[in-house]
């Protein structure tokens, strides 16, 4: 495929979607569609399927595809990022590839860091972009990749791969990583980790938040209140959210934690994760809808941050 010079991401709210499973393990197509639909009348600006959030690297290539499919079909009209899961290039391309085809329409990749050394990196990047066409997000997420990369390093990333749209940050401490980026000027720079640190990532230069937080309401008001009236609008939006985010980032259930959520919220028919990833201790269920009941006021209308 011919490569051509890609656009950057829209700044703003980037929802990334979670896979949804059946009872027997396989994938809800139907919860995948919902989905969709919730987080366009949350007010995403653009979508992330088969991210981290969305388990792709325990489903196979067809489960990739029909995800995919559904995906693109429900979200006519809103940009749309692909993740690969892979590390390796011949996989990353594989994956690409056929997430592509799946989707019928013009499609970022977002893809990990897979060394800690800028050159491989660049090489590993050009080779997705040239085998693809596409514009491609590289996100720092050690905690999913394995690859730690000081920052200046990723700075040099970006400085030689013209072809990127985005980055995301996620290697702590994220806000003055994100400052060190949004320096470079050349792409648009998004938090995730659940939005938990997004009041000091805006202040420090975030173009938006790109995450599976799983009220994505709370991060639309959020940054709409820091469009109009700066860190001190957005940490009054953000504040009565936090607690929830703060409890939805634990590692190691987060994923868990943010299904049982949205299946609370009638979003998944199910709110099961496919091994090894940890289940949702029952212990914390209680603690989950007092979370849930402090913020439904706020979902109601009936509180103003």
């Not at 366009?40 to 489960?63: I, M, T, Y």
């Amino acid at each position: 495929m011919v490569p051509t010079v890609p656009g950057t991401l829209t700044p703003g709210l980037w929802v990334i979607l979670t896979t949804p499973f059946l009872a027997d393990g396989q994938v809800d197509l139907r919860s995948a569609r919902r989905q969709v639909r919730f987080a366009r009348q949350a007010g995403a600006d653009g979508l992330v399927a088969l991210g981290v959030f969305g388990e792709a690297a325990h489903l196979s290539l067809e489960e990739q595809r029909a995800v995919v499919e559904v995906v693109a079909e429900e979200a006519a009209g809103i940009p749309l990022v692909l993740g690969v899961a892979g590390r390796s290039t011949a996989v990353v391309v594989e994956q690409a590839q056929n997430a592509l085809q799946a989707a019928g329409r013009p499609a970022a990749l977002m893809v990990q860091l897979n060394s800690p050394d800028p050159t491989v990196v660049v090489r590993h990047l050009t080779a997705v972009h040239e085998a693809t066409g596409m514009g491609v997000v590289v996100q720092d997420y050690p905690v999913a990749s394995g690859v730690v990369m000081v920052v200046d390093r990723v700075v040099e990333v970006v400085q030689r791969c013209p072809f990127l749209v985005a980055v995301k940050a996620e290697a702590p401490p994220t806000p003055p990583a994100i400052s060190r980026l949004s320096e470079v000027g050349a792409v648009p720079v998004f938090g995730g980790l659940g939005g938990v640190g997004l009041i000091d990532e805006l202040a420090m230069g975030a173009a938006g938040a790109m995450t599976g937080f799983s009220h994505p309401e709370g991060l639309r008001a959020t940054l709409d209140a820091f469009a109009t009236g700066g860190v001190a609008a957005a940490r009054d939006a953000w504040s009565p959210w936090l607690p929830l985010a703060t409890f939805e980032q634990q590692h190691g259930i987060a994923l868990a934690l943010r299904k049982m959520l949205l299946h609370r919220r009638g979003v998944l028919d199910h709110p099961g994760v496919r091994p090894p990833a940890a289940t949702m201790p029952d212990r914390l269920l209680a603690l989950l809808e007092d979370h849930l009941a402090a913020v439904q006021p706020l979902l109601l209308g009936e509180a103003s941050p």
